[in-house]
């Protein structure tokens, strides 16, 4: 049987906003898809929660096939942009009924090849996607062939397209109470102009360097930056927009492997514990007066985190949360998944957060994997409305690696860059509240022209010059999803 945290989160996977998390590589050469497909099925062997299915109509269970039961491997070459097919692979329903929790795409670039590595929530989280993407191209690496086909794709070695099993995106209706919701002042101003799925829109920011704290002489962590700086875009955003922000509530994730008093020192799954989903959720808040000052933001920003890394948080914080762990524990089986499901959809446009910040740490060593020069990789993760918004965070070198991720009935391609802007500025203003020894300087991001796709048209891709070559171990600040 599923765990109650795993039952809730089932219970809040729509088809029209599928619950995943990603990676996006991009290297400056080209990978072999036979070569890849292989060390793809390599790990999917070795750890079961990737070729894991659930079973039962309603008290759903999982799975583990001795062998996957489709390829979740699939090649691009058709010249589609590899945001574009990231964004398809995170938007399409999942049947886990049917496929593998996991969806694998190369993407094949003039300008270096991009691997698009996406999962279901109910089955990664960030953490274990990253070990287990990082355990793939280990294996790519010490794997050696013959003769170089240049990426040539022999007969029974895969398949041109998105990998098996990716479905047609399901279309969704704005809901009744959405006017209701977009004035009360709790969430972002939608700023869209129509379509379903996911979006996602890249961002390279200089990592903060030397230490800061607050006059207290508490530090301030690259986390607590993320997080204030998302309230602050989010009380600006809306500002500008004719709407007034009340309380906002972000998100964070927290492992849940990683004993309290270490909770800001996440580690790399071992290769046994690469799967399943081991998050726990605490929401950071701050009022209309906390958001005047910036240091004053920062204050009741890092007093919260403080006590979140004290204690083991919740699967699913809050009131909701309480209910709905016992309802899954209690209900009898043949009502709980619909009980789960009502509850979750009635108490959705009360109880959702603002927005999600997620630090997965930092990944260095992904850089030069696979034996290629990899110049960028970024964490995205998906969220329904009406939160809407993802802001994923992945540390290489002296970059942070930045992903809005945004349903498209928030904002749209024209959109989010404005978003982006007055995140990177809030993130600058408050790494400038530390100490006089931390320096912020200011990013500069060079994005490439977007070029137009016949169904939605794509964020535009930082030039992968901005992100330097590194080769520094891995290690991280706050564990998140």
């Known amino acids: 049987m599923l765990t109650p945290g795993e039952q809730i989160l089932a219970a809040s996977d729509r088809a029209s906003a599928p619950l995943t998390c990603g990676l996006f590589v991009q290297t400056t050469g080209r990978l072999d898809p036979a070569r890849l497909r292989a060390a793809v099925w390599t790990a ?62 190369l993407i094949r670039r003039a300008d270096g090849d991009q691997l698009s590595v996406v999962a279901h929530h109910l089955a990664f989280d960030g953490l274990r996607l990253a070990a287990l993407v990082a355990e793939i191209l280990d294996h790519y690496r010490a794997t050696a062939y013959a003769a170089d086909r240049d990426g040539a794709v022999a007969p029974g070695e895969g398949h041109r397209g998105v990998p098996a099993g990716v479905q047609p995106l399901a279309r969704a209706g704005a ?27 890249p961002l390279t920011l200089p990592a903060p360097t030397g230490r800061r704290t607050l006059p207290d002489g508490r530090p301030m962590t690259i986390n607590d930056l993320l997080i204030g700086a998302a309230h602050l875009a989010v009380d600006r955003w809306n500002s500008r927009r004719g709407g007034g922000s009340s309380r906002l509530r972000i998100r964070m994730p927290i492992a849940l492997a990683s ?13 046994g514990e690469i799967g399943g989903n081991r998050t726990g959720l605490t929401i950071i808040s701050s009022e209309v007066a906390d958001r005047v000052d910036a240091l004053q933001l920062a204050v009741r920003v890092v007093e919260q985190t403080d006590l979140a890394k004290q204690a083991i948080p919740p699967v699913v914080p809050g009131l909701s949360g309480a209910l709905g762990v016992a309802a899954a524990r209690f209900v009898p089986g043949p009502w709980r998944s619909t009980l789960l499901r009502c509850g979750v959809a009635a108490g959705r446009p009360v109880l959702a957060p603002t927005a999600a910040v997620s630090n997965l740490g930092r990944f260095d060593d992904l850089a030069g994997a696979a034996g290629l020069p990899i110049s960028a990789v970024y964490f995205t993760g998906t969220a329904g409305m009406p939160q809407g918004l993802f802001i994923g965070v992945l540390g290489m070198g002296d970059s942070l690696n930045v992903t809005f991720g945004y349903h498209r009935h928030l904002l749209g391609p024209g959109s989010v860059p404005a978003f982006a802007d007055l995140f990177r500025a809030a993130f600058v203003e408050l790494g400038a509240t530390g100490a ?9 991001t060079v994005p490439t022209p977007a070029v137009p796709t016949p169904a939605v048209a794509r964020a535009p891709r930082p030039d992968r010059a901005a992100s330097p070559a590194v080769t520094t171990r891995r290690g991280g600040a706050v564990p998140s999803r």
């Not at 659930?54 to 699939?74: I, K, N």
């Not at 090649?75 to 692979?89: K, P």
Request: charged share 15%; glycine share 10%; hydrophobic share 40%.
């Open 436 to 444: 006089p020894g931390a320096t912020v300087p200011t990013p500069v």
């Open 259 to 271: 004993a309290p008093s270490s909770a800001a020192a996440p580690s790399v799954p071992a290769p």
């Open 175 to 201: 809901p009744g109470w959405a006017t209701l919701v977009r004035h009360s002042g709790r969430y972002i101003t939608p700023l869209a102009a129509g379509g379903d799925g996911y979006g996602f829109h």
């Open 44 to 105: 999917i062997r070795r750890h079961p929660m990737a070729r894991a299915v659930l079973y039962g109509s309603r008290q759903h269970a999982w799975r583990f096939p001795a062998e996957p039961t489709a390829d979740p491997v699939g090649f691009v070459d058709d010249g589609t942009d590899g945001w574009r097919i990231h964004e398809i692979l995170s938007s399409a329903p999942f049947d886990l009924h049917r496929y593998p929790p996991i969806r694998v795409a």
